[in-house]
């Protein structure tokens, strides 16, 4: 079956007009009409519901079924361009989280260095939120991630890197009585990251679990700029210890019976990813970290 003839059906139920789709593909409205009836008399059945008004439609039970296989096939299709185009070019886009990627690139520089992955990496740079959902969609091949649970997406594979743990942080000029409780905190401003990081619901279940209510005077997406506020002592926050390794003016304060969830950091890739030799290699070195 013609790929186009999926595409252009996909288009169509959503925008369920012949004339726009056809504009959408810069096509005659013949050309869409031609690919419905090629799906039509190929599966035997019809799939979409002309309106009496307006040149529209809507799709039948069939045709709804068709859309869901259509979906699939289509998004299969992007992942085949985008991981032969990787072959093609010996290229690799990798996502890489800032908080994660400055704390583990410095410990693999060498070797990546040493086996010519410094100009083989396609750095792409966004938050673990995003950067998962551009690995689904095709748009990189394996990306460093954040998280506080192992993924259960059967379309995926990861290699758990390292197991850290969420910490509340203040300036190391700050001075705090021992055994402190949540309570002390009632009066502290909080500076925390931003929606794209997966610190702000880790923060907000924190927030439910131990019924505190935190004065949040700022947020960002920048987790240097967010150490440099703290360490001014401008006010107190949350994040991972993996930000603030070897982080000079900071110091962790420790509370009894704080439970908080895990943040793993892994290498995560598409399990039907071709996993060429310089594929391979790549995972290896920052699996050996």
């Known amino acids: 079956m013609n790929l186009n003839d999926y595409g252009y059906f ?28 090629r799906l ?21 039970y069939a045709g709804e079924q068709l859309l869901k296989h259509v979906n699939k096939i289509l998004h299969e299709d992007s992942l085949v361009k985008a991981d032969l185009n990787r072959i093609k070019k010996k290229k690799i886009k990798m996502g890489l989280p800032p908080i994660i990627t400055n704390y583990l690139v410095p410990k693999v520089f060498d070797n990546l260095k040493k086996f010519d992955y410094l100009n083989r990496i396609v750095p792409v740079v966004d938050g673990s939120k995003e950067l ?12 460093l991630l954040g998280s506080t649970s192992l993924p259960e997406d059967p379309e995926l594979e990861y290699k ?7 910490k509340i942080i203040a ?31 880790v923060f907000n ?16 997406s920048d987790y240097k700029l967010l150490l440099k506020l ?4 401008k006010g107190i926050s949350f994040i991972t210890e993996t930000a603030i390794r070897d982080t000079s003016g900071i110091q962790e304060l420790k509370f009894d019976n704080l439970d908080l969830p895990p943040f793993y950091i892994m290498m995560i ?19 050996n970290v």
């Not at 009496?52 to 799709?59: K, T």
């Not at 190391?172 to 990081?197: A, G, M, T, Y």
């Not at 703290?230 to 002592?233: K, L």
């Open 10 to 37: 996909q288009k169509l139920s959503e925008m369920k007009s012949f004339s726009e789709t056809a504009h959408h593909f810069n096509v005659s409205q013949p050309t869409i009409t031609y690919a419905l009836k």
């Open 40 to 60: 039509e008399t190929e599966y035997d059945t019809k799939l979409v519901e002309r309106k009496s008004y307006a040149n529209s439609l809507s799709l039948t």
């Open 132 to 143: 998962l959902t551009k690995l689904k969609n095709g748009d990189i091949d394996l990306s």
């Open 160 to 166: 758990v890197l390292d197991i850290h743990q969420f």
């Open 171 to 201: 300036s190391s000029n700050r001075k705090f009585k021992n055994n402190l409780k949540l309570s002390d905190l009632i009066d502290e401003d909080f500076i925390i990251l931003d929606e794209k990081s997966v610190h702000q619901q």
């Open 205 to 220: 279940d924190f927030i439910d679990k131990y019924n505190v209510s935190p004065n949040i005077i700022f947020q960002t």
């Open 230 to 233: 703290v360490q001014e002592n």
């Open 269 to 287: 890739y598409r399990k039907n990813t071709v996993k060429s030799s310089i594929f391979q290699k790549l995972i290896s070195i920052f699996e």
